[in-house]
């Protein structure tokens, strides 16, 4: 079963990894739809960094949203971000993973964080076993 958090500032970033930390599970994070367009890669990028400073000891996969832009995986791709969402057409598609991109499936549960007050209770419930 793949459970992702989606993340959308540092403050998130860091709660979901420190739930984590604190559970002993790995995660996955991820960006909102279509967000390496939004506020780009080198932006996720910073937080995921910062949020795995804060936690070293941290488990986790990332995943950025590309939409349909194949430019934006190219930009993830040239920053060293390899785990992508991209909703293009499969030939395209294709070429991008000869590229290096390694593409996500979709996750079997979700947890976003964007309206969520209480995001380390949240976070401590979802990540938690059973």
């Known amino acids: ?8 500032s540092l ?4 709660a979901a990894l420190a739930a984590a930390e604190a559970l002993g599970v790995p995660v996955t994070l991820a960006s ?4 390496a367009n939004q506020v780009g ?5 910073a937080v995921i960094d ?4 804060a936690h070293p000891e941290a488990s986790f996969t990332a ?7 194949p430019g934006a995986v190219m930009a993830s791709l040239r920053i060293g971000l390899r785990h992508l969402r991209f909703a293009g057409p499969d030939p395209v598609r294709a070429k ?3 590229m290096g991109a390694e593409f996500a ?4 549960a979700t947890l976003d964080l964007l309206d969520v007050r209480m995001p380390a209770e949240a976070l401590r419930v979802f990540l938690s076993p059973g």
């Not at 890669?41 to 990028?45: E, T, V």
């Not at 499936?105 to 079997?108: G, I, Y």
């Open 1 to 8: 079963m793949t459970r992702e958090i989606i993340v959308h």
């Open 11 to 14: 403050d998130h970033a860091r």
């Open 32 to 35: 909102a739809p279509n967000a």
């Open 41 to 45: 890669p080198l932006w996720f990028k």
């Open 50 to 53: 910062a949020a795995h400073d």
């Open 63 to 69: 995943i950025l949203d590309c939409g349909d832009a």
């Open 96 to 98: 991008l993973a000869n």
């Open 105 to 108: 499936d979709p996750p079997s």
